[in-house]
């Protein structure tokens, strides 16, 4: 059993920066590839960014891509989502999700991850 944690969402500026954290607890952590998604009301969870458990490059959905970056720190159990150049149309609650290490993975989708967080809201307005 995983448990993970969200912290570092809030309210921002369009253009203004965010970096969002999970912590996890429970197993192995280097053993899982990690995720965000994230859901705005009314709409269905869509993939953000990922990153294999041996770390390496992140995986970006377009919409994210140049402005997003997804980072681990597999000494302290957690992964991190900068975020730069926040737009309205990313105000979303964000999720934070654990995926076991297996062959043919697909980072981009939900159901291929095991371990939820609750979510942390990122509110873009000015």
């Known amino acids: 059993q995983v448990q993970l944690v969200e912290s570092g969402g809030g309210l921002v500026q369009p253009g203004g920066s965010l970096r969002l954290s999970c912590a996890a607890s429970g197993d192995t952590f280097s053993r899982y590839a990690m995720g965000w998604f994230r859901q705005a009301p009314g709409e269905e969870r869509e993939f953000v960014a990922a990153i294999p458990w041996s770390m390496g490059n992140g995986y970006y959905a377009d919409s994210v891509k140049g402005r997003f970056a997804i980072s681990r720190d597999n000494s302290k159990n957690t992964v991190f989502l900068q975020m730069n150049s926040l737009k309205p149309e990313d105000t979303a609650v964000y999720y934070c999700?654990?995926?076991?290490?297996?062959?043919?993975?697909?980072?981009?989708?939900?159901?291929?991850?095991?371990?939820w967080g609750q979510g942390t809201q990122v509110t873009v307005s000015s």
């Open positions: 999700a654990a995926a076991r290490k297996r062959i043919g993975i697909r980072l981009g989708v939900p159901y291929e991850y095991d371990y």
